[in-house]
């Protein structure tokens, strides 16, 4: 079985250890050799399915983009933010080592806002033997951002003032009475500064999820 890499911050890995985030939102990125979205497809036997397809610029085949996290019953283990005394690594451990350093580890989720006497390491830094959280896909799906409903965003991890969001970053109309505002929030600290604002309401991949 083939594991994947996903990263979370550290408030979505709080809220995925205390089992209240089940799903993750993530944006569809086309190839560079995509020439664009086919939001439907008609299947052989007739089915209209929502499977996202393109066609190759270069060939002018049409293939059907895959999501880079996987399928159902796949797993993807949970990169986070996280510390070390640097007297406790090894740069080339061995078994016997990736066990002592296990137990040396610090977690910024578990952390909060108190800081590290030894600095934070990003998520993106984090080597697979050190990750803590290890999930399997349900269920993935294709949708717009703005379809997301009040129970999905329950889902989430998000409801009104749960404080996910570390700095405020209220969008416009903001009104702070819904899951779904919460998570309009959310995604605005997390992803307006990366080119995916929500108005721009991207397709992305509803990516269920359980704990193993």
């Known amino acids: ?24 939102r993530r944006v569809l990125m086309l190839p560079r050799w995509s020439t664009g979205l086919w939001e439907h497809f008609e299947l052989e036997d007739g089915a209209d399915e929502n499977i996202p397809m393109t066609i190759c610029q270069n060939t002018g085949c049409l293939a059907q983009i895959q999501c880079p996290y996987g399928k159902p019953g796949g797993r993807m283990w949970v990169k986070e933010t ?5 007297n406790d690594w090894f740069p080339n451990p061995s078994p016997w080592d990736i066990n002592f350093m296990l137990n040396k580890i610090q977690y910024k989720a578990d952390w909060g806002n108190e800081p590290y006497h030894w600095g934070w390491h990003p998520s993106i830094f984090m080597p697979r033997w050190a990750s803590r959280l290890t999930l399997e896909i349900v269920n993935i799906s294709l949708e717009h951002l703005q379809d997301i409903s009040e129970e999905d965003a329950v ?3 998000c409801h009104h003032n749960i404080g996910l969001v570390p700095a405020p970053m209220e969008p416009p109309e903001y009104d702070g009475i819904s899951a779904r505002q ?12 990366r080119g995916h604002p929500w108005e721009a309401n991207d397709w992305i991949w509803r990516i269920e999820f359980k704990v193993i």
């Open 1 to 24: 079985m083939k594991y994947r890499s996903i990263i979370f911050s550290s408030e979505m890995v709080r809220a995925i250890l205390e089992k209240r985030k089940t799903q993750t």
């Open 82 to 86: 996280w510390g070390i005394d640097p």
């Open 155 to 157: 889902a989430e991890g």
């Open 182 to 193: 919460d998570y309009r929030e959310l995604w605005y600290f997390l992803n307006a500064k």
